[in-house]
């Protein structure tokens, strides 16, 4: 029966029923986290031949380097080529990097700010102020790097098709201001989304009153399906932002952080050949290269996009056990009760769950005082301020599945009490 068909009295019986289950619950005395998307030590398990690929001590690139030496501060050809199969561009505009994509957009940014977009440009630094537009929910840490840097952020929600463009193409044409919009296209985190076709052209099409404009493209689950049977597609950003007229107007991030080691993957920036260039120049005085033997050895390892794709499914088989025990859960004991609903992602690190209104804070709460410690409240929304207190990102990837099933029997007795309490109150 749904919550919003029980009169007072029957609604007092199930908070005293709740109560005592989340006692019970509590009385474990566990010590769980769940508040980051981290792989688990059976998916970084699958990587470990990585460690030993160059014990052959054959450290010669295939353009006849000794990757141990310095040089190449492009990155190694064959990493350019690996990203270029995975950005679907030519490997002449990628900038292959360390082992953080997150890294490398701070370091876009800085240069937009100190030094202009492009060649000619005004360095944003000399601006009176500087805004993004922030799809929401979205990716916390995109909202810290846009607080570093003193970015006014202005939130436009989502729907199942991406950013809602109406909204975003008004805003983007008649402020030049609005110097870019960062995001997560495919996979969204933490909501799932993948953005449509049409949304990929609209962005890559719509007028801006700032001609240097940008789109900062974090595609950090573009290879993460979870089923080989049904997965979504993302159009090429590139591609739609050339054929519109603006080719310059996106910079397209990845790594491996999630598909070999967390923290010493290797990333890469795709672009225009204008944007690469420009980066290039001043990537050279900032560095004498990044790490070639890690880019020699993600290389060997994995040689090309069906190298990483077959790595992937192995991937793909540890983590839907762990989806398939959220959404079942979700289903049986929520879904009847009319009070909550959530995306069904077919690939990424995270399943948003949409709570009552003003219920999220107050289930997180719950959750942590009985040991189980979620993403914060608020934080898929800038300065971590959810106007509905209703967004959970639910991070299903790290704990053994057996602690996942203990997670999702608490997080129901959370969500179920903050709705009742929320009635009662009404």
């Given at each position: 029966?749904?919550?919003?068909?029980?009169?007072?009295?029957?609604?007092?019986?199930?908070?005293?029923?709740?109560r005592?289950?989340?006692?019970?619950?509590?009385?474990?005395?566990?010590?769980?986290?769940?508040?980051?998307?981290?792989?688990?030590g059976?998916?970084?398990?699958?990587?470990?031949?990585?460690?030993?690929?160059?014990?052959?001590?054959?450290?010669?690139?295939?353009?006849?380097?000794?990757?141990?030496n310095?040089?190449?501060?492009?990155?190694?050809?064959?990493?350019?080529?690996?990203?270029?199969?995975?950005?679907?561009?030519?490997?002449?505009?990628?900038?292959?990097?360390g082992?953080?994509?997150?890294?490398?957009?701070?370091?876009a940014?800085?240069?937009?700010?100190?030094?202009?977009?492009?060649?000619?440009?005004?360095?944003?630094?000399?601006?009176?102020?500087?805004?993004?537009?922030?799809p929401?929910?979205?990716?916390?840490?995109?909202?810290?790097?846009?607080?570093?840097f003193?970015?006014?952020?202005?939130?436009?929600?989502?729907?199942?098709?991406?950013?809602?463009?109406?909204?975003?193409?008004?805003?983007?044409?008649?402020?030049?201001?609005i110097?870019?919009?960062?995001?997560?296209?495919?996979?969204?985190?933490?909501?799932?989304?993948?953005?449509?076709?049409?949304?990929?052209?609209?962005?890559?099409a719509?007028?801006?009153?700032?001609?240097?404009?940008?789109?900062?493209?974090?595609?950090?689950?573009?290879?993460?399906?979870?089923y080989?049977?049904?997965?979504?597609?993302?159009?090429?950003?590139?591609?739609?932002?050339?054929?519109?007229?603006?080719?310059?107007?996106?910079?397209?991030?990845?790594?491996?952080?999630?598909?070999?080691?967390?923290?010493?993957?290797?990333?890469?920036?795709?672009?225009?050949?204008?944007?690469?260039?420009?980066?290039?120049?001043?990537?050279m005085?900032?560095?004498?290269?990044?790490?070639?033997?890690?880019?020699?050895?993600?290389?060997?390892?994995l040689?090309?996009?069906?190298a990483?794709?077959?790595?992937?499914?192995?991937?793909?088989?540890?983590?839907?056990?762990?989806?398939?025990?959220?959404?079942?859960?979700?289903?049986?004991?929520?879904a009847?009760?009319?009070?909550?609903?959530?995306?069904?992602?077919?690939?990424?690190?995270?399943?948003?769950?949409?709570?009552?209104?003003?219920?999220?804070?107050?289930?997180?709460?719950?959750?942590?005082?009985?040991?189980?410690?979620?993403?914060?409240?608020?934080?898929?929304y800038?300065?971590?301020?959810?106007?509905?207190?209703?967004?959970?990102?639910?991070?299903?990837?790290?704990?053994?599945?057996?602690?996942?099933?203990?997670?999702?029997?608490?997080?129901?007795?959370?969500?179920?009490?903050?709705?009742?309490?929320?009635?009662?109150?009404?």
């Open positions: 029966m749904k919550y919003s068909e029980l009169d007072r009295a029957q609604l007092l019986r199930l908070q005293e029923q709740l005592a289950d989340y006692q019970q619950f509590a009385a474990r005395d566990l010590h769980l986290d769940m508040s980051r998307g981290k792989p688990s059976e998916q970084l398990d699958l990587s470990l031949p990585l460690l030993h690929v160059l014990d052959d001590h054959n450290f010669i690139a295939e353009n006849g380097m000794d990757v141990r310095y040089g190449e501060y492009r990155g190694i050809p064959e990493a350019r080529r690996l990203f270029a199969q995975i950005f679907d561009v030519p490997a002449e505009q990628v900038l292959v990097g082992n953080s994509s997150i890294n490398m957009i701070c370091d940014l800085k240069r937009c700010f100190l030094n202009g977009a492009l060649p000619g440009d005004t360095p944003w630094a000399k601006l009176d102020k500087v805004k993004f537009i922030c929401v929910p979205g990716y916390d840490w995109h909202f810290h790097i846009c607080e570093t003193g970015i006014e952020m202005i939130a436009v929600e989502m729907d199942e098709h991406g950013p809602l463009m109406d909204e975003v193409e008004r805003l983007v044409a008649a402020d030049p201001s110097k870019g919009m960062i995001t997560v296209p495919m996979y969204s985190n933490p909501s799932g989304v993948t953005y449509s076709d049409e949304v990929v052209r609209r962005l890559a719509m007028p801006a009153a700032a001609h240097d404009f940008r789109l900062i493209w974090d595609n950090a689950y573009c290879l993460h399906h979870l080989d049977d049904k997965r979504d597609r993302l159009a090429n950003i590139y591609t739609a932002c050339e054929q519109a007229g603006h080719a310059d107007r996106v910079l397209m991030f990845t790594s491996t952080s999630k598909i070999t080691t967390a923290g010493s993957g290797i990333c890469a920036m795709a672009a225009s050949p204008a944007n690469i260039e420009y980066a290039a120049s001043l990537i005085y900032q560095l004498v290269c990044y790490d070639k033997l890690n880019q020699l050895r993600h290389c060997r390892f040689p090309d996009l069906a990483v794709e077959a790595h992937m499914r192995r991937h793909a088989a540890i983590l839907r056990p762990k989806f398939d025990t959220v959404l079942d859960t979700l289903d049986k004991e929520i009847p009760l009319g009070i909550a609903h959530w995306h069904r992602p077919l690939g990424g690190y995270f399943v948003c769950f949409y709570a009552p209104d003003g219920c999220a804070k107050r289930i997180v709460q719950l959750c942590k005082d009985a040991g189980v410690t979620l993403t914060p409240a608020g934080a898929p800038p300065h971590g301020i959810d106007p509905h207190d209703n967004t959970i990102r639910i991070a299903p990837t790290y704990p053994p599945l057996e602690e996942l099933r203990q997670v999702m029997v608490l997080f129901v007795i959370a969500v179920k009490l903050a709705a009742v309490e929320k009635l009662l109150n009404e």
